[in-house]
């Protein structure tokens, strides 16, 4: 089947929706499909001196990537979409697949099967308008989310989709450790290496990691990624704490050797978490507490290392506590010492953790299973 991805995210970026598309784009070639991703070049705002994009996400070139000129002015969107669609057409695509409610209603309207994927509710009067149209057309096959909650939002608010809705949350490479350096982190005071990857915005957690610090001198704090203005603003903040090391952002394709070396991986969501907004150059906006289903996590459980994350519901979705995880109360940064002591003193429920986590990813929350499953039947 001929695949043609469409997708508003600026590649290469630092972007989890950038990681995302690029890893489905991935797992759906490997699959078997005749893969092209289909993006704006949004040169102002894309990574620089990255020469291979391929090399940079740590994917294989087995899927065509084309930019496309789209002029940073208002209604960029639908110019993006139209443009994309048309494209699309000439490439004889089978089906598209997108992350666009715009993109999937004009594909819809030049009678272009096609999926949706979607990872937040929906807060205006237009995007509300753009969804009826777009559910109402056989043209959708399939409209995904990534969690049950965001599903039972859609299906209350918009009652026809409940035919052609699924959940899939995302997933995560399958990783043998075998052919996988760790990093090499110098820790003279044999200290337990804590680690956190993903980005600084407000709720994702880096509040309590710098309060947890403080009770946990025994510990070392290894922050990875963030946006340049993210970093060097908790870089300022941070200064006074020892036994927090940020090391900024890390190409994705070295997130693993990063992860396969700490003893324990946090995850530390708040009831509000910003995300990042694609068209923008800088910063966290919105809020998908409700809906998430974070990418850090899944690779967390691929790395095979004891997690501890924040008890929201939509994580219990998939992480399971005393089972493949130690769930604790968001905010309150006492229960986040009991249980970073916890498992720095109980190696077997350390390896237990870990183990189980890594048995999940490689049964239900991998990229290449994700892929086929989203395919299947269309």
Known sequence: MKIVYISYATIPSRTANSIQVMKMCQAM???????????PDKKSESEKGISDIYHFYGVKNCFEIRKIFCPLIKGKTLIFSFIAIYIAKKLKS????TRSILAGLVASFYRIPNICEYHQSINNLIDTLFFRALIRSAMLKRF???SYALKCYYEEKFPLVKSRISVFPDGADLIAKDNITPIKINN??????????????????IEIISKLAQLCPWAEFHIIGGMPEDIAYWQVRLT???NIILHGFIPHREIYRYLLSFDALVAPYQEQVSVYDGWKKTGGSGDVAKWMSPLKVFEY??????????????????????NNVLLVSPGDVRFWERALTRVRDDLGLRKQLGQQAKIDIEKNYNWEKRARQVLTGI
Not at 94 to 97: K, L
Not at 188 to 203: D, E, I, Q, R, S
Request: proline share 5%; aromatic share 8%.
């Open 240 to 242: 006074p704490f020892k």
């Open 301 to 322: 459980m691929s790395a095979g290392k004891a997690i501890i994350a924040s008890d929201l519901p939509v994580l219990k979705e998939v992480l399971k506590n005393e």
């Open 94 to 97: 089978d089906i598209i697949y």
């Open 29 to 39: 070639a490997l699959n078997g499909h005749k893969v092209v991703l289909l993006v």
């Open 144 to 146: 995904v989310v990534v």
């Open 188 to 205: 003279p005071g044999n200290k337990f290496l804590v680690g956190y990857a993903g980005h600084l915005y407000k709720g994702k957690g």
